[in-house]
């Protein structure tokens, strides 16, 4: 049981107190409110529109407003609770202003701090303020103040009871102003943000680099390569001012949707981190990637497990030079034949990281130069991704013009001399491997513009053994465009056309579906005006090409269509 020496008596507090402390406790205007929901969503917005989303940085700006507010309420509600305590229990004590100064180091609407000294119980003490009610209350020359050790820092001045309180009155009007006065700051701050971030998103750019490779993981086939992603930052005088990102990604072919996304962002020995990156290559396991360092990812997750700093055997042995574009050459690279990544020492010797364990050896490498020399090239791949003819040993199937054709039956010197350029509107034709002499037939009468067979990157040419392929007009058809590669072949033993569609040398690219007959099953005509990056899924037996969705020709690849070889069906989707 309480002893009666502890009980203190409660002063009686009546609706009139209860509110003129609520009243003086409580900010006189909004601008606090206004402050702790304008400055989060401005610096949200900057940093989201700046580095992120301007979505996300308004999403952020807005939690760390209400939170701000959130915490601003309870702050004010503790203070009036506690006000209520001390009156209710304090003791009385004398409080005299002794006098007020101006603080001119802080300043509001040019309207300095002010310094309110006092004495309580002879004590001194001071109040800095801004509030116009303060300075009322705590100017009083003199007056009583309620105390409690419960708070030591909480005065509850009697003045504060003598104040005018108004009535609240509400109107539509005022309503409005106030709604206005709040908004239309935050209105122009997003307005603003949002201009200049649509200009800066208009100008930047993802791409996905052509030096890609396609493996299949869990039953999805992954597309794996090097992003760019380059923000502009400034446009000035028509010119785009920005910067590049780069991080490697894997996607789902099937559907577009990037399974996981790794920053090569680790700086050098040097400390820099600047440069392209590239993809070396793959094992069964890993990919590996090349930026300031060595990446090595793994293909199921896209996790670095390691990279070039990691392998002691390699420490301080490793070159660090700059890769400058991802066609540059470079002191590492993959060799397929050793599934290992082969690497030129800083010491003058030659290194190996196994594709499959991670272990390091050596290696002797007769010719360096030839050996380190990027095998991968990006150019205006067009005619590279051409073959003009096929054959089966039977019949021997091309893609020419009527003009080709009469040479090639009767002056094959003059096809053999004729540029390939004058041959433009071109037909399906026909002819028996074995007799040269007979004569071209029409296969499939359509008009392809410069057209010919889509090779296939995967499968060599093979030539048959016949009268035919000894004639020099027929090396010569062969020898028009890639005589490397075999045509692609889809499921059902056809063929697929590209050619463009018009003249021009950025002209759109189409595609056109040939049974293996020659008949046309489909015709699809891109946006794109170059494909510098192809996959062939033989066993769902769709295409997949990759290009520019703005119909630039350049590596800028942006884009995935996926064509069903059998049907013509077309599905697209963004890579980014």
């Known amino acids: 049981m309480t002893s009666p020496a502890f009980i ?26 206004f402050l702790a929901t304008f400055l989060p969503i401005t610096f949200g ?17 807005v939690l760390i407003a209400v939170i701000w507010a959130a915490l601003k309420t309870a702050s004010i509600r503790k203070k009036i609770r506690q006000a209520v305590y001390v009156y209710a229990y304090g003791e009385e004590r004398e409080l005299v202003c002794t006098g007020i100064s101006s603080n001119y180091g802080l300043k509001v609407n040019g309207r300095p701090q002010q310094v309110i000294s006092l004495l309580v119980d002879g004590a001194p003490t001071e109040i800095r303020t801004f509030d116009a009610k303060c300075i009322q209350v705590y100017s009083i020359p003199r007056q009583t103040a309620f105390i409690d050790s419960e708070y030591k820092n909480v005065i509850v001045p009697s003045g504060l009871f003598l104040l005018s309180i ?22 122009f701050v997003f307005g603003l943000t949002y201009f200049i971030s649509s200009e800066m998103n208009a100008n930047s750019h993802t791409s996905v680099q052509p030096d890609a490779v ?15 992603h380059f923000q502009a930052s400034q446009i000035k005088n028509g010119t ?30 040097r400390g820099q981190s600047f440069g392209g990156g590239r993809l070396l290559g793959q094992s069964d396991k890993y ?48 060799s397929d034949s050793l599934q290992a990544v082969v690497i030129k020492g800083a010491d003058g010797l030659f290194y190996t990281i196994d594709g499959v364990t991670l272990k390091t050896g050596t290696i002797v490498i007769s010719n360096p130069d030839e050996y380190f020399k990027n095998p991968f090239r ?99 058809l062969r020898a028009r465009y890639n005589p490397v590669n075999a045509p692609l072949r889809t499921r059902a033993g056809g063929f697929v056309l590209l050619s463009k569609a018009t003249i021009e040398t950025d002209a759109l690219l189409e595609l056109t579906g040939l049974s293996a007959e020659g008949h046309t099953i489909w015709h699809y005509s891109t946006n794109y005006s170059s494909i510098p990056l192809m996959y062939h899924d033989e ?26 070889l059998a049907t013509g069906a077309v599905r697209q989707y963004s890579l980014k």
């Open 8 to 33: 203190r008596s409660r002063r009686s507090l009546d609706s009139e107190k209860q509110r003129a402390i609520e009243y003086f406790y409580r900010p006189s205007s909004g601008v606090w409110l």
């Open 45 to 61: 917005l900057s940093i989201g529109a700046a580095f992120f989303d301007i979505w996300w940085g308004l999403g952020c700006g």
């Open 166 to 187: 108004p009535e609240k009155r509400r109107s539509v009007g005022k309503t409005v102003r106030r709604t206005l006065v709040f908004l239309l700051p935050l209105g």
């Open 214 to 228: 396609v493996y299949r993981q869990g039953g999805k086939l992954i597309l794996a390569s090097v992003m760019t």
């Open 240 to 269: 785009v001012y920005g910067s590049d990102s780069y991080y490697a990604a894997g996607f789902d072919l099937s559907s577009g949707k990037r399974i996981w996304k790794t920053r090569l962002n680790i700086k050098d020995p």
């Open 287 to 334: 990919l590996f990637f090349l930026r300031n360092v060595l990446y090595v990812v793994e293909k199921a997750t896209g996790k670095v497990v390691m990279t070039g700093n990691d392998f002691p055997g390699l420490k301080g042995r490793l070159l660090d030079d700059a890769l400058a574009d991802y066609e540059s050459d470079a002191s590492f690279v993959y």
């Open 378 to 476: 990006y150019g205006n791949n067009y005619e590279d991704q051409l073959t003009a003819m096929y054959d089966d040993g039977r019949h021997c199937l091309a893609v020419l013009d009527p003009q080709d054709t009469l040479l090639l039956a009767h002056d094959g010197n003059h096809f053999r001399d004729r540029d390939r350029k004058e041959s433009v509107r071109r037909s399906l034709y026909s002819a028996p491997s074995t007799n040269n002499d007979a004569g071209w037939t029409t296969l499939n009468s359509g008009i392809f513009l410069y057209g010919g067979f889509l090779t296939d990157a995967g499968k060599r040419s093979s030539v048959p053994d016949d009268s035919l392929s000894k004639y020099e007009a027929y090396e010569a």
């Open 539 to 564: 066993e769902a037996n769709v295409l997949y090409i990759a290009g520019n969705s703005l119909g630039e020709n350049g590596d800028h690849l942006n884009q995935m269509t996926a064509i069903d």
